[in-house]
């Protein structure tokens, strides 16, 4: 009577040994029979997807700061408190390493790590849409794959800044990632050095993942889309009150949105209110004096809700400055502000400037 051994190759062959014969029956490995096996997975394969659909309907969304730790990186407990102070305040999504978030100064790991981080704590409570854009199409596309990988519920792509293109190279730059997923377009030409023409708009308008446009060009581009039909975001905060509520914008992607989330709710939801965006007004001139985030970082250290640490280039404001920012403060009302320390001054020895982190 013979005998036999039952073994299995490491390729997925099984086979029968017997003292006359060797048989084979193969069994073909997972990733031979599912296409993109090795790929991330795209959106349509998230179990909570979201459409375009959910995103045009938000009308508060904060561009949220990223906060550092004195070694330089990212201080996780200081930017959940952030986020949760959002939500608890009416906030509807948050862009996640935008210009006021810092994504410029990230490496791509950070980056992915930090959406996916901010989707696995608050994507249940906050669309939570990454800023994955980049100059280089071949850097956009891989970074919009990891970040519907990890979850992230839209994509913000700004057009190829720097060594610039043509609006054909534009448009197939943008066609390159709106099938991904849901995606907010970003024009704001004094950044980029390039403005994004409503023809493009329009052309990228033909896909179903075209969420809208975050616009800064002014509201009479944000009124000729609105009249067709698209959906804007202001992407000026000295000019999202009247953008809502003269031409037809969907709402605000907001950097005061960090400092006074409740009043720029009432702004987005509240109906017209001239006395309130007057009120604000201090405010949002006193962030954008010098380019953004170079005062929301200094007025979130001075409200004691992140450590004062810099990334350079960044560095923060005079003495003189932050001294007006104590006096808003008090004209607006602490209360008006998150965090719940009173606010400080701050002496230059307090903060702390990296360069290498």
Not at 21 to 36: D, G
Not at 261 to 278: C, D, Q, V
Not at 324 to 351: P, Y
Request: aromatic share 8%.
């Amino acid at each position: 009577m013979s005998s036999s051994v039952i073994g299995r190759c490491h390729f997925g062959v099984e086979f029968a040994e017997t003292k006359s014969r060797r048989t084979a029956v193969w069994r073909s490995p997972r990733a031979a029979v599912i296409p993109s096996f090795h790929l991330p997975m795209r959106s349509y394969e998230v179990k909570n997807r979201t459409f375009a659909e959910d995103i045009k309907a938000l009308r508060l969304i904060t561009a949220i700061k990223t906060p550092y730790l004195p070694d330089g990186r990212f201080d996780l407990e200081a930017y959940d408190a952030l986020v949760n102070l959002q939500i608890e305040n009416g906030t509807e999504g948050v862009i996640v390493g935008g210009t006021t978030g810092e994504g410029q100064l990230m490496s791509w790991d950070e980056h992915i790590m930090l959406i996916g981080h901010t989707v696995n704590c608050f994507g249940g409570s906050i669309k939570v849409i990454g800023n994955t854009g980049s100059n280089s199409t071949r850097e956009a596309i891989h970074a919009t794959e990891q970040g519907f990988a990890v979850g992230m519920h839209a994509a913000l792509h700004i057009n190829p800044y720097y060594g610039k293109t043509s609006i054909e190279g534009m448009i197939s730059h943008f066609e390159s990632v709106l099938p991904m997923g849901p995606t907010i377009i970003y024009n704001v030409p004094s950044r980029t050095g390039q403005d994004i023409p409503p023809r493009v708009i329009q052309t990228l308008a033909e896909s179903p993942n075209l969420a809208g446009v975050k616009e800064c060009v002014g509201n009479d581009r944000v009124k000729q889309y609105t009249s067709n039909g698209l959906v804007v975001w202001s992407g000026n905060d000295d000019e999202c009150h009247d953008s809502r509520w003269d031409h037809g914008a969907a709402g605000v992607i907001s950097v005061t949105s960090n400092l006074v989330p409740g009043l720029m709710r009432e702004l987005m939801f509240g109906g017209k209110n001239p006395s309130l965006n007057s009120k604000v007004m201090p405010l949002v001139e006193w962030l954008f004096h010098e380019p953004n985030p170079i005062a929301l970082n200094t007025a979130l250290a001075q409200l004691g809700v992140v450590r004062p640490v810099f990334r350079l280039p960044y560095v923060p404001l005079t003495r003189v400055k932050r001294e007006v920012f104590v006096k808003i403060v008090k004209e607006i009302g602490r209360e008006n502000f998150i965090g719940e320390r009173d606010v400080q001054v701050l002496d230059d020895d307090d903060f702390v400037l990296l360069g290498r982190y």
